[in-house]
Each structure stands twice: as C-alpha cells, then as structure tokens.
C-alpha cells in the first residue's frame, strides 16, 4: 500500500495563522504601508496555499494581547505550527515572546511592511527571539512564503 507523504494526512492538525491588533483595519488605510489586500482576502489566499501543502488553516484576528497569548498556549496542542503577525505588539510585549518561547513547534513571524526601513522603535521584535524564521517587507506574499516554509519544515 502507497504510503502517505508526512504532512499530507487528512489527520494533521491545522497552521495557526494569528494576526495582532489593528490588522483588521487592512486594505482600508496606508495602502503604500500594507498593501491593498482585506484581512479576508489574505486569509483566504493563505488557506488555498496550505491546502497544496495538505494542511489546513486557522485564521484568526485579535486586538487584545491577552487573547493571542491563549491561541499561543492553545496553538501547543492544537496547531502544527504557527505564523504570527503580532502587529505593533511584536515591539513591546513580553508576555507574547513568552508565550511564543513555550510554543515548542515552529513559529514564523511575518510582518507585511519592512520595519526595518521604518521609525527606530519598529527594528526591535520581541516575537524574533523565538521564532523558527522571519518574513517582512513583502506584503501579503510574505504570509504564502510562511505558509510554504512552514509547510516544509513539517515534512523534514
Ligand atoms: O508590517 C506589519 O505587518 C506590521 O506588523 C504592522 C503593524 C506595525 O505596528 C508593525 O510595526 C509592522 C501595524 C498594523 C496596523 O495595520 C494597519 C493597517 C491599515 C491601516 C492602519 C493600520
């Protein structure tokens, strides 16, 4: 009997794809900034790339650090892996490196714009110090990307 290829069972537990406060406002404002794409649309194209991979999503969205801190927590159980876009909490929370240090399965955090050519307060993530990789700068691409390393590392 043909083995199935590790990742591609029905039975794998989905991506965690969590998106951090104001997000929801997308395609709505600062479109040089973030690009054009709705939260919606991104979460839809991402879902369709991980379906490829043979992994399904849960996308979600918060402006509350607390609530992204309990899908970190719940994301160790119920996730294979996780992208993080934790918005402008990348540059200050604490409490969600913690929670993203104790994630123990792969994390990718994706920033849409490149904080790096941004105000000085936007080169320090928090989120880095625990994440598996980084993708900035590239728009929504950079969630596909994620997804499409993500879904790499699961297979290795
Ligand atoms: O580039 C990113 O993805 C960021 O995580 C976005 C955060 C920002 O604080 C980070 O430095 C970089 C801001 C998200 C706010 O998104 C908006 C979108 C449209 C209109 C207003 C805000």
């Given at each position: 009997?043909?083995?199935k290829t590790p990742g591609k069972t029905?039975?794998?537990?989905?991506?965690?794809?969590?998106?951090?406060?104001?997000?929801?406002?997308?395609?709505?404002?600062?479109?040089?900034?973030?690009?054009?794409?709705?939260?919606?649309?991104?979460?839809?194209?991402?879902?369709?790339?991980?379906?490829?991979?043979?992994?399904?999503?849960?996308?979600?969205?918060?402006?509350?650090?607390?609530?992204?801190?309990?899908?970190?927590?719940?994301?160790?159980?119920?996730?294979?892996?996780?992208?993080?876009?934790?918005?402008?909490?990348?540059?200050?929370?604490?409490?969600?490196?913690?929670?993203?240090?104790?994630?123990?399965?792969?994390?990718?955090?994706?920033?849409?714009?490149?904080?790096?050519?941004?105000?000085?307060?936007?080169?320090?993530?928090?989120?880095?110090?625990?994440?598996?990789?980084?993708?900035?700068?590239?728009?929504?691409?950079?969630?596909?990307?994620?997804?499409?390393?993500?879904?790499?590392?699961?297979?290795?």
């Amino acid at each position: 009997m043909a083995r199935k290829t590790p990742g591609k069972t029905t039975g794998a537990l989905p991506i965690y794809v969590l998106n951090g406060p104001n997000l929801n406002l997308l395609g709505t404002r600062e479109p040089e900034v973030y690009g054009r794409a709705t939260l919606a649309e991104i979460g839809k194209a991402v879902a369709e790339r991980a379906k490829t991979h043979g992994f399904s999503v849960t996308f979600r969205h918060s402006n509350h650090e607390g609530e992204l801190i309990d899908w970190l927590q719940e994301a160790r159980t119920m996730a294979s892996g996780v992208i993080l876009n934790a918005a402008g909490l990348s540059h200050t929370s604490v409490s969600l490196l913690d929670a993203a240090r104790a994630l123990d399965k792969p994390l990718i955090e994706v920033h849409l714009s490149n904080p790096y050519r941004r105000e000085p307060y936007r080169r320090r993530s928090y989120i880095s110090e625990a994440a598996t990789g980084v993708i900035c700068g590239l728009g929504a691409t950079g969630y596909l990307l994620a997804i499409d390393a993500l879904a790499g590392l699961l297979k290795d």
